[in-house]
C-alpha cells in the first residue's frame, strides 16, 4: 500500500512540474508575443514525439528549445540581431518559381519550407546538426516595421527531413 502511494506522489509530482513548465513557457511566449516587433513563431501544433524543453526571452531575443523522445532537439530563435541572409537573393529565389524539391541540397543552399524560405547549412562536429535561417516569404515584398524579421532553427541530432518537419509546423503570431 506504502509503495502505491510513493507511485502515485512520485506521478502526480511529475504532472504538476511538466504542468509549470509549460504554464511558465506560456506566460514567457505571451510577454515576447507582447514585446517583440515582429511576429513570433511558434509550432500551431506539436509534432509527435516533441515537447516544449525550455522557452527564454530576454532583450529581444526569444529561445525555445523542443526536444522528442529519441534525443533529438531544436532551437527556434527569434531576433531581430540574426544576420547572414542576402534578401535581394531570397526574393529572385521566391520569383523564380524554383522548387526545392527539384534541388540537390548541398551545404547553405537557399530552400523553401511551407511560407518560409531560406539558407539550409550543414554542420557534422561536435554534433550533427542542421542549420535553418529564414524569413516569412510575404515578408521579402512588404517589410514590418522597417525591417525584414529573420529566424533561425537549429536541429541537433534530427535529420533533414524531421527538421523540416518541425519547420511546417510553425505559425506567425498575429
Known amino acids: 500500500m506504502i509503495k502505491i502511494n510513493l507511485v502515485k506522489t512520485s506521478l502526480i509530482a511529475v504532472l504538476l512540474f511538466i504542468m509549470a513548465a509549460c504554464t511558465q513557457a506560456e506566460n514567457t511566449l505571451s510577454q515576447a508575443k507582447r514585446d517583440l516587433p515582429f511576429p513570433v513563431l511558434f509550432p500551431e501544433e506539436m509534432l509527435e514525439d516533441w515537447d516544449i524543453e525550455e522557452t527564454v526571452y530576454e532583450d529581444r531575443l526569444l529561445v525555445t528549445t523542443f526536444h522528442n523522445n529519441e534525443e533529438g532537439r531544436v532551437e527556434l530563435i527569434q531576433d531581430q540581431n540574426i544576420q547572414g541572409l542576402d534578401l535581394e537573393e531570397l526574393r529572385n529565389y521566391v520569383l523564380s518559381n524554383r522548387s526545392f524539391t527539384d534541388q540537390v541540397l548541398e551545404s547553405n543552399k537557399v530552400i ?23 524569413v516569412q516569404k510575404k515578408d521579402l515584398f512588404s517589410e514590418v516595421n522597417g525591417s525584414v524579421p529573420y ?8 535529420s533533414q527531413e524531421e527538421l523540416k518537419r518541425f519547420i511546417s509546423t510553425l505559425e506567425a503570431s498575429t
Open 151 to 158: 529566424y533561425q532553427v537549429i536541429g541537433t541530432d534530427i
Open 112 to 134: 523553401e519550407v511551407e511560407d518560409f524560405v531560406g539558407e539550409m547549412a550543414f554542420f557534422m562536429e561536435p554534433t550533427p546538426t542542421v542549420q535553418y535561417t529564414f
